[in-house]
């Protein structure tokens, strides 16, 4: 199984800051790598798949990069809203695997 | 609009059975693969089980394989997830989501296991 390793595991951050989110796959997986946003009680939304491509409806202020095993989503001038949990998941091959989850919280 | 709306969550005996359902509507069902991603209370997502467009592939993840069955009708536009043999760690909120990326995801149903 591939396992999906996402740093920070929690970040404190000022509204209008740049944050930026690492997610490590244990082996290569070219750019078959997604992001998501989750809020407390809410599903899960989508951000960006294919590692950078963005998603309908999805501001531009969130970005994605990397392709191999190394990836970064980056979310620029944070606003309140942005405060939520980021999961990165692998959509290469199966099992699909998520990353543990980076909880981005207001300083 | 793509609209992904689950049902069938509950509480269930440990042991017991569940069949949680997942309608689609504003898209093309029949051309996408599905998914079920299931998230125990306080913990991250787990990839449960994914069904391919006519039912071709199916996979699952181990920690369900032989007890918990993914389905598909086309007709009806709606994903299926049998659940047997129920245990603790099966608790959680079940999301289905569309396709390979997982671009949109239902609110997600509640299974309860206790006795």
């Not at chain 2, 006519?54 to 996979?59: A, K, L």
Request: proline fraction near 4%; charged fraction near 15%; aromatic fraction near 12%.
């Amino acid at each position: 199984d591939i396992q999906m390793t996402q740093s920070p595991s929690s970040l404190s951050a000022s509204v209008g800051d740049r944050v930026t989110i690492t997610c490590r796959a244990s082996q290569g997986i070219s750019n078959y790598l997604a992001w998501f946003q989750q809020k407390p009680g809410s599903a899960p939304k989508s951000l960006i798949y294919a590692a950078s491509s963005l998603q309908s409806g999805v501001p531009s202020k969130f970005s994605g990069s990397g392709s191999g095993t190394d990836f970064t989503l980056t979310i620029s001038s944070l606003q309140p809203e942005d405060f939520a949990t980021y999961y990165c998941q692998q959509y290469n091959s199966y099992p699909r695997t998520f990353g543990q989850g980076t909880k981005l919280e207001i300083k | 609009e793509v609209q992904l709306v689950e049902s069938g969550g509950g509480l269930v005996k440990p042991g017991g059975s569940l069949r949680l359902s997942c309608a689609a509507s504003g898209f093309i069902f029949s051309a996408h693969s599905m998914n079920w991603v299931r998230q125990a209370p306080g913990k991250g997502l787990q990839w449960v089980s994914s069904i391919s467009s006519s039912s071709i592939y199916i996979y699952y993840a181990d920690s369900v394989k032989g007890r918990f069955t993914i389905s598909r009708d086309d007709a009806k536009n709606s994903l299926y997830l049998q659940i047997n043999s129920l245990r603790a760690e099966d608790a959680a909120v079940y999301y289905c989501a569309r396709g390979g990326d997982h671009d949109y995801w239902g609110q997600g149903t509640l299974v309860t296991v206790s006795s």
